[in-house]
């Protein structure tokens, strides 16, 4: 039903920024899109979600301020701006999507999230 790409991964040094691109294939007009990172041997963390019909965003303590989440709906994509990027940031970034509904509070947590990219490699060197 979805399919999602990501692009927009690089290595930069610190403080440094990137845009990451999330490209969805089928409907997500009213779901969740989220932004989810893991770095190996950590654990898989929810960092942005956007609701798509409407736009309401939320963000994990760690990057408040630092990234933002945006929508383009015409051309079906959710981008993730990385600003100020400090080593902890090195990850592997995933966009997810969860399944239609019509509330608007997106969660930041792995298990509610349905479709998933294969993700895109941030590394920021010291």
């Known amino acids: 039903q979805v399919q999602l790409v990501e692009s927009g991964g690089g290595s930069v040094q610190a403080g440094g920024s990137l845009r990451l691109s999330c490209s969805a294939s089928?409907?997500?007009?009213?779901?969740?899109v989220a932004w989810f990172r893991q770095a190996p041997g950590e654990e898989r963390e929810g960092v942005a979600a956007i609701y798509t019909d409407g736009g309401n965003t939320r963000y994990t303590d760690s990057v408040r301020g630092r990234f933002t989440i945006s929508q383009d709906n015409a051309k079906n994509t959710v981008y993730l701006q990385v600003n100020s990027l400090k080593p902890e940031d090195t990850a592997m970034y995933y966009c997810?999507?969860?399944?239609?509904?019509?509330?608007?509070?997106?969660?930041?947590?792995?298990?509610?999230?349905?479709?998933w990219g294969q993700g895109t490699q941030v590394t920021v060197s010291s």
């Open positions: 997810a999507a969860d399944t239609p509904h019509v509330g608007s509070w997106c969660d930041l947590d792995d298990y509610e999230y349905i479709y």
């Open positions: 089928g409907d997500t007009s009213r779901n969740c």
